[in-house]
């Protein structure tokens, strides 16, 4: 391919003239802007009427309208459009479909436990940051994080009483950016579209917490440094799901990742990971998680969990750390009786404790509270974010509340 380009000097030439010209082109290119929404409600009589919370089924029921924006090359991004929920129509050669030239969000809503009338957004700003390097890394266009937000914020407004209420159920949402271009060639999409759609959740656990068996993988990886593990790009999951079935054949629940020739530990099936060790010689205790090397998906509720333990625990007692931390030191460490808790974190689950790890054939143990399905920190940690996230406790700069 590289051969082609360098002999045919007009396809080269062609592709400078076409990156110089989106450079150029952007700064006249219309931003996205919220005040500009055009709003189309469904008929009152096919709407969906709120599901009973013992029937909800993570990602299966959806709101009534979905927000649509579109965006092109030369006109920049369209008017935004809310309407109601149905199928997208796009061309059979659509990048999308070929290419992979997709990117995800997720985030939560949640129905105040102090005010029912009021809906919370958990860190929506850190989703959108997330989603626009997502974009950038794919050559798809970045837009105004604020202006999503407030569309947003309208869409869920209109399907408010879909929101489904108590500890534990939320309006799952999920906005999406996909390139439109059509045809067959291998560039930079012309045509994109941004889609959010909402879905009302129950708790990942319906009875607690229920902690997880994971297999130790090192014959796939999911991520690599310089790859794009660290952007929650569509493509980095299909290939994720083989692995799975792989371990679910030998009876573990989830995939923990490992990486390289130190087998270091870097995320479990599609959530970040905590290990908790307590020192035998000096009793200190740590909290560790993997570095941001490029490898790790920069969770939100990582960076949660990281705060509020930082805020929380008694620097006597506990050092948060992010750091390498390898399969065999966690091993190691269970051997001396000091591996004292394990989790996964992330949007849906908010934490999910680990049970036990299977390693070379062999499963390391992780302790869980007498009659408890996790650890005590897991537990607080849980506790911590959920009042917030539920408005029990306020943090500044952490909800926006409508
Ligand atoms: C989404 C995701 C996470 C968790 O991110 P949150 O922002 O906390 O929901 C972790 N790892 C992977 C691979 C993910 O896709």
Request: proline share 5%; glycine share 8%.
């Amino acid at each position: 391919m590289f051969k082609n380009i360098r002999k045919a000097g007009s396809i080269s030439s062609l592709i400078s003239k076409r990156l110089n010209s989106n450079t150029v082109m952007s700064s006249n290119l219309a931003p996205l802007a919220a005040n500009k929404v055009k709003i189309t409600l469904r008929p009152e009589a096919e709407r969906n009427q709120p599901i009973k919370n013992e029937d909800l089924v993570f990602g299966k029921y959806f709101t009534n309208h979905m927000l649509t924006i579109n965006w092109d090359d030369k006109q920049g991004w369209h008017t935004p459009e809310i309407k109601p929920y149905g199928n997208l129509s796009l061309d059979p050669s659509t990048c999308v479909f070929h290419y992979a030239f997709e990117l995800f969000e997720g985030l939560k809503a949640y129905k105040s436990l102090k005010n029912s009338e009021d809906v919370i957004m958990f860190r929506p700003d850190k989703n959108m940051a997330r989603m626009n390097k997502s974009a950038d890394r794919i050559c798809l266009p970045t837009f105004e994080s604020e202006e999503l937000i407030k569309l947003i914020q309208e869409l869920i407004k209109l399907d408010k009483d879909l929101i489904p209420q108590g500890k534990g159920y939320s309006l799952y949402i999920r906005p999406t950016m996909i390139g439109t271009s059509e045809g067959l060639g291998v560039h930079t999409p012309d045509k994109a579209m941004i889609y959010v759609i909402c879905s009302p959740v129950g708790p990942y656990y319906k009875t607690g917490f229920k902690a997880v068996s994971l297999e130790a993988t090192d014959y796939a990886t999911r991520a690599w440094p310089g790859g794009v593990g660290d952007k929650k790009l569509g493509a980095n999951y299909a290939p994720c799901i083989k692995p799975q079935l792989e371990a679910a054949k030998r009876g573990y629940q989830q995939n923990l990742w490992l990486f390289g020739p130190n087998k270091y530990i870097t995320e479990v099936g599609t959530m970040n990971v905590f290990f908790a060790f307590k020192n035998s010689e000096t009793g200190k205790k740590e909290l560790v998680t993997a570095p941001l090397d490029g490898t790790i998906l920069e969770g939100v509720t990582r960076d949660s969990v990281l705060t509020l333990c930082r805020d929380n625990l008694d620097p006597a007692e506990w050092e948060v750390n992010e750091r390498y931390l390898s399969i065999d030191e966690v091993k190691e460490r269970a051997d001396k009786g000091e591996l004292i808790e394990a989790f996964g974190s992330g949007t849906a689950a908010v934490v999910s404790p680990i049970k036990n790890i299977g390693y070379l054939g062999q499963d390391i143990n992780v302790p869980l509270q007498e009659g408890k399905q996790s650890g005590k920190l897991t537990e607080d940690v849980m506790n911590w974010i959920a009042d917030i996230q539920y408005g029990v406790v306020q943090k500044e700069n952490w909800t926006k509340i409508f």
